[in-house]
């Protein structure tokens, strides 16, 4: 009896699963069907948001949905993928979610998300550049030679919005005994006007940097990333003045996780175009963001490469959090 309830159970039930299946099936195919939600943790304006509105520009054409922008600052950058995290994963919000999303503010902050399991990764687009300037506290210093001596002699200032963004300053210091201060700032054009002011001995110079080194304002001593600025062509990285270390800071993309396959390859496809294309690079390149197209498993090698310099550096620095 019991057997014969079981077997007409499944049969009356079997209808109904197959007509769920069918509809997830046909919402894929359907897929987009409205607009898409483009996600930021910044705010408008910067190297990401430049990033982000080419890249949504041109998987617009590409997908035939429109991608506005949502810029969401705050919580040190981690509001953006908190908000991607916690979207239903139907293929309508995807994003950026930051190196320090996933790999600093584990370190320092609780977070409304799981770095590695709340997402579905969709590939890498570009990479941020950081330089090491210094503005009029530090007149008779011209070369990172002088720069690393003074800081032997007594500690210096360093200013950023986020640790993960001084990763090589943190190493640089390691590496040669010099003494840096860490000085926490909101916005990073604020940074660079204090840098410029002759109040704070440097900072992690992004694209605002460029016309304050070519008006004069700033000098530029090294090139934190793993390349040299197109800008500054005469000015070397710290690995090429002899200190193995470079602040990566790639423009990672993802969903929440629990994508549909077909969707995230869609999306993921689209993505990628985006980024090799001469459109979107011209306007990278006009930032200063330099292009670095990777697929998803390009980007999961990457990050597991970063990840423990990263963390090791931040331990170094004492920007690390406690934990009991």
């Not at 440097?202 to 070519?214: D, N, R, S």
Request: charged letters at 15%; hydrophobic letters at 45%.
């Amino acid at each position: 009896m019991h057997r014969r309830h079981l077997l007409t159970g499944l049969a009356l039930a079997t209808p109904w699963i197959g007509q769920a299946a069918a509809q997830g099936g046909a919402q894929t195919e359907r897929w987009p069907s409205r607009e898409i939600s483009l996600v930021t943790g910044f705010g408008p304006g910067g190297g990401t948001d430049v990033v982000a509105r080419a890249i949504a520009a041109h998987m617009e054409k590409t997908l035939g949905v429109a991608i506005p922008v949502r810029n969401t600052p705050g919580a040190g950058g981690t509001l953006g993928p908190g908000r991607i995290a916690q979207a239903k994963p139907d293929g309508y919000t995807f994003g950026l979610v930051g190196l320090s999303a996933l790999v600093v503010a584990p370190l320092t902050m609780d977070l409304p998300y799981k770095p590695w399991e709340s997402f579905d990764f969709l590939g890498c687009t570009s990479e941020l550049r950081i330089g090491l300037p210094v503005g009029p506290s530090l007149p008779h210093i011209h070369t990172l030679a002088d720069f690393i001596a003074e800081g032997r002699r007594r500690p210096l200032t360093m200013a950023t919005t986020n640790p993960g963004s001084a990763v090589a300053f943190f190493e640089l210091a390691r590496l040669t005994g010099m003494q840096l201060s860490y000085v926490p700032f909101g916005s990073i054009t604020d940074a660079a006007s204090q840098v410029a002011g002759g109040h704070v001995d440097t900072y992690t110079g992004t694209p605002e940097m460029i016309g304050l080194v070519k008006g004069g304002n700033l000098r530029m001593l090294a090139s934190a990333s793993v390349d040299r600025w197109p800008e500054f062509p005469e000015v070397p990285t710290l690995i090429e003045q002899g200190y193995d270390t470079a602040t990566r800071q790639p423009i990672i993309w993802a969903g929440p996780a629990g994508l549909p396959a077909p969707i995230r390859a869609r999306l993921e496809a689209a993505l990628l175009a985006a980024a090799r294309d001469p459109e979107v690079l011209v306007r990278q390149n006009a930032a200063s963001i330099a292009s670095r197209p990777l697929d998803r498993a390009g980007t999961m090698a990457l990050l597991h490469d970063v990840r423990p310099g990263v963390e090791a550096a931040l331990a170094a620095s004492g920007m690390a959090r406690k934990r009991g």
